[in-house]
């Protein structure tokens, strides 16, 4: 082969501190790619490591030309590791996966086969996980469910890294702050079509797992905005315009009840009643305002949330 | 330098080595003076290097001066401004059109000595990505002192990031870093925070400050109000830029609990206990606290909107060096 052709597969592998992982890794994909027919690519994107997972990851090139490797000035995280890769890759089909090992390189050639099935997403579902139960599965169950309740997408396992996407699909969504756990969400705002696959998941061998409990907070935040994304999808006016009418409504309300009063044989106006109007008033003139502005912002925008994606038939 | 020296100043023929970028505003030092002085010191460690003087509309006398300035210097570049727009901004401007690959950026009054340069530009060679003049030991006594020193450790402590003098404008850096870290306002002080926060190597050089310089007008009763807004300004933008919903969210829905708890204690004791509430200041509170923590939470889902369209924009990460698989030679995968 004298000219090379453009990868037609190209995996993506965020690593942090996996100097132990990353030749092994490399050999299951490596073991993976030379049984599968077209083009592969690796592209380890490394984030930060002070481990010496940079060199090992050079030498790695230097042994395999399809090994790509990116290194992050600092660790910046996992979401901006994934979508960094993502947005370096040449591939037609892109499968993310963990650096761990935890995940297994023998699963993809199913899920690549399950897209061309005609889904623009296949995510990996780890029906056996090999975690700790209290610290690492049941806050994944309770997310899980909250976020297929929030965003309309019902998987069992979205925090499973091991996912194939169409390329166009999942370069058009927009990937940041630590919104790789509701990826999937994201991209079926987009009209993708989903599906879902059991896949292995192995323990940890090396290492130790690098996420924590107290990042609770900040992760049902991030749910919050994935959900208003969905739900406003483009027309946030509605949401927030339904809001202020039935703020609003409830202050009409008080309002007659004020005027019964006011006109009444009583001439005794509760004092709670004011305090309801203003609030009421007060509230729904903001949040009109609010969806006002949420406009202004789409109506500018350079990605909309619900950007519509014309995709080509493979 | 020879080359350089018969050299039109405008983007011909080949670029200079570094750039000196020296904002003007309405004071500055002898500017001859300073052109000199580079010309001296900093042809022996940069080679050729251009000066660009950034007129921030300073009015006609400085403008004739500036003028003759350029005719005296052929390496002096000027950009005059139709409109006053402020220090950042005016260094951002000119790092736009610098050609150099280091930037060299001063304060047109002189608070460190140019000689003191090479020091710096010695240390950005060792590898660092940006380096700053700390000012050491400082001049200022009594109050402006404090509040410089405060400001400072303000800063530390917000950003955990160990930096001594924020104030100084003297820094040397790589152009990327200038190219990568938006500046405007007044935000050209916090330049090595956002640096050291996007992951560029940096390292501060202790200076002597210039004898009789004290800092000018910087600290009158409403610079501190303004540098407090800075310092405002700085907590969200380090923090929470791409995540709003973080910060107001939790304000947001505390207030919003503190209200509804209230809110239902006075409903209990209206509905139940059959009391008065209406003349309670305690109702006025909780209706105060639901509407703050509602409008406050929105606002925060405004940002989040915000940030998501713009999100492909705004880079989350800076590549440090990549190893590409298909078009790797030798020459490119060496560091």
Redesign the interface.
Known sequence: MTTRELPGISVVVPVYQEVDSVSKLHQALAEVADRMPGVWEFIFVDDGSRDGTWEALMALHQRDLRVRAIRFKRNFGQTAAMSCGIEQARGKVIVTMDGDLQNDPADIPQMVAKLDEGYDVVCGWRYQRQDKLLSRKIPSMVANRLIGWLTGVTLHDYGCSLKAYRADVIKRTPLYAEFHRFITALVALNGALVAEMKVNHRARKFGRTKYNLWRTWRVSFDMLTVAMLVKCASKPLRLFGGFALVVAAVAAACLVRVWEFYVGPYHHIPQVLPGVIVLGVWLSGHLLVIGLLAELCLATAHTRPDQLVALEVP | MEQQMSMRPWPTGTAPHASVIIPLGPRYEDLAEICRELGRVLTPVVGSYEVIIVDDATGPQTRQKVRALSGQFPEVRVIRLNRYVGEATALAIGAQSARGDILITLDPYLHVAVSELPKLVGRLRDGMDLVFAWRFPREERGLSRLASDGFNAIARWLTKIPVHDLNCRVRVMRREVMRDIPLYGDLHRFLPIFAAR???RWCEVQVPPQPGKREVGAFDARSYVSRLLDLLTLAFLARFV??P??LF??VGLVSLAIGLIIGAGLTYQ?VVLDL????RPM??LA?LL??VG??VA??G??G???????????K???????????R?TPEE?HE
């Open positions: 996007r992951g560029y791409k995540r919903l973080h969210g939790l209206k008065a509430i209406g003349h109702l006025l209706v639901i509407v509602i409008q929105s606002i889902l405004l989040e909107l915000m940030i998501f369209t713009h999100a492909r924009e705004l989350d990460y800076v590549i440090e060096e990549s190893l590409d698989g298909n790797s995968t």
